[in-house]
Structures are given as C-alpha cells and as structure tokens.
C-alpha cells in the first residue's frame, strides 16, 4: 500500500505541476524547500552535513541559509522535471548555456564516444534533454528505486526525452554495454559523485576522503572514450521564456581529463573531481548530495 500511495503521489505530481503556471510552480516548490529544512528532515540533515564538510569554519547562521538555497535548488531540479514533458525543443535548447563543448563535439563528430563524470549538481535531467537534441543521444545507468513502479515511471520518463536507461542493479551489468556504446561513438554521462557499488574510488575532495563511482574513469580507459568532468549550475536569467523557473541551466565542460604512462581508474577519477571541487566549493548550494559520500575520519 505505501508502495503504491508513493508512486501514485509522484504520477500525481507529474499532472498537477504541468498544470501549474510556471511562476505558482516554481514558487510552491520554493516553499516546499523551506519547510522542509525547517521540520529538520533527514535529507536536509544529511545535506547539512555534506555541505559542513566543504565549509568547516562556516558560521552556523550562514550554513543554515546555504542548506535553504540547497533545497531550493534541489527542489527546483524536480519542478523542472516535472515539467520537461511538456517543453518545446526551442524552451530546452534556450533554458541551457553550454560552456567549453567544442572538445565533445569534435570527439562526437570524429566518431570518438564521450563519457562524462557528473556530479549532483543543478537539473541533470534537463541537461540530458539539451544534450540529445544538441550533441548526440544520450546513454546512461539509474539506480533503482523502490518501487519499481516507480522506477519504471522514471526510465518512461527519460526515455520520452530520447534517452536510453540501463539499469544499474537488476539485469546485465551496465558496463560491458556501455562500453560497447562509447566504443561506437556514443555518449554516456553518469553521476558518479557517490558510490553505488562496492568498487568505488577513495578521492580526496576539499581535502577529505570521499567515496565516489569508478565507472566514468574505467569506461574511458576501456573504450579509448574521450573523459569530461561537467559541472552543471543554476543562473538567474535575465529575459523572459526558457523553462519558466526563472533560471538558465549553465553546463561547462572542463578540461578532457588523457590518461598519462601508469595513470589508473583511481588517477582518473581523482582528476576528475579535482575539476569540479571548484564548483562544489564556490557553488556548494548546487550540491544536491543528500547521501553520505565523506568517509568518516578514524
């Protein structure tokens, strides 16, 4: 019965917010967000204690307000979702800001398959939406959620977009097919920011040990992939349209990270989050990390 109200809640939720006018919408998830930090929930603790890990010495007045933007931020990522069906080609494609995407695109356009190490920063759905109708179809691995009507509700969802979901748990292992995928001249993002599996990468991150996802390093040294750390953020826009929220999705691909002589899946992967640690530090409040990632000093 919980099973089904949760899933029955969510397909509700998809209808009502479509519904909605964009600036109701946005702003009933604005107020969500608030009550939410302000009951103390276990996500927003969780994300208070992410967030306090990259900002030891921050006052706790001032850690409070960044766990509100947090909030508002991650629960600005599902309004859009939400909300994506009913999108034009024209709203997506003028809702995103793509920066640094000229090394992807002469990587896709030679053949070569990319594969992106994400983190849980701004709305990925909507970039993966951007991406296919802009780069190339995308390709990539979700958890599995409980229930599996729900689950299934998501990969629906994503699909409708134009994106292929392999899942990560619950058939074949993902891996030899998304190799198979980037060594055809695919295109594979993943968040990769947490461990999902027991073969995880320890990474140092603001000078802490953090757990996070192998795959994107391994894939690339698999397939011969081109390997991108991507940072994607929330910016106030300045003109009226896009996806209504009153924000463009900014995605910056940084540096391709090319292995060098003895460089590892851990060597990569290190790279790869020293990339983005800058957005995690100078925009923590994209950070929508409400799962433990921080290894716990002994």
């Known amino acids: 019965m919980k099973d089904a109200l949760t899933t029955a809640g969510f397909r509700a939720a998809w209808r009502l917010v479509r519904l909605l006018p964009p600036r109701l919408a946005y702003g ?7 009550r939410t930090v302000a009951a103390g929930s276990k996500d927003s603790r969780q994300l208070r204690a992410n967030y306090a890990r990259l900002h030891p010495q921050l006052p706790e007045a001032e850690l409070d307000a960044l766990v509100r933007a947090g909030l508002r931020s991650y629960l600005r990522y599902w309004c859009d979702a939400f909300r994506l069906p009913d999108l034009r080609p024209e709203q997506i494609r003028d809702s995103v800001l793509p920066l640094g995407d000229a090394g992807p695109r002469a990587a896709l356009a030679q053949g070569r398959g990319v594969v992106m190490f994400l983190g849980h920063l701004g709305s990925w759905d909507l970039a993966g939406a951007w991406s296919t109708l802009e780069l190339a179809p995308v390709t990539t691995v979700a958890e599995r959620l409980r229930p599996e009507e729900l689950y299934d509700a998501f990969v629906g969802f994503r699909e409708a977009l134009g994106m292929r979901i392999l899942p990560l748990t619950g058939g074949e292992p993902p891996f030899a097919e998304l190799v198979r995928v980037l060594s055809d001249g695919g295109f594979v993002p993943l968040l990769a920011d947490r461990d999902l599996t027991s073969s995880g990468v320890t ?3 603001a000078g802490q040990q953090a ?3 192998a795959g994107p390093a391994a894939l690339a040294l698999a397939s011969g992939a081109a390997l991108y750390p991507v ?3 929330y ?3 300045l003109a009226p349209g896009g996806t209504g929220s009153g924000y463009d999705l900014v995605v910056e691909w940084h540096d391709e990270v090319v292995p060098a002589d003895g460089d590892g899946v851990a ?7 020293d990339a983005l640690a800058p957005t995690l530090l100078g925009r923590t409040e994209e950070w929508h990390m409400m799962q433990r990632v921080f290894v716990d000093p002994s």
């Open 235 to 237: 910016r106030p826009r």
């Open 267 to 273: 060597d990569l992967t290190q790279r790869c989050v």
């Open 231 to 233: 940072s994607i953020t």
């Open 203 to 205: 990474v140092t991150l």
């Open 211 to 213: 757990q996070v996802a």
């Open 28 to 34: 009933l998830f604005d107020l969500v967000a608030d």
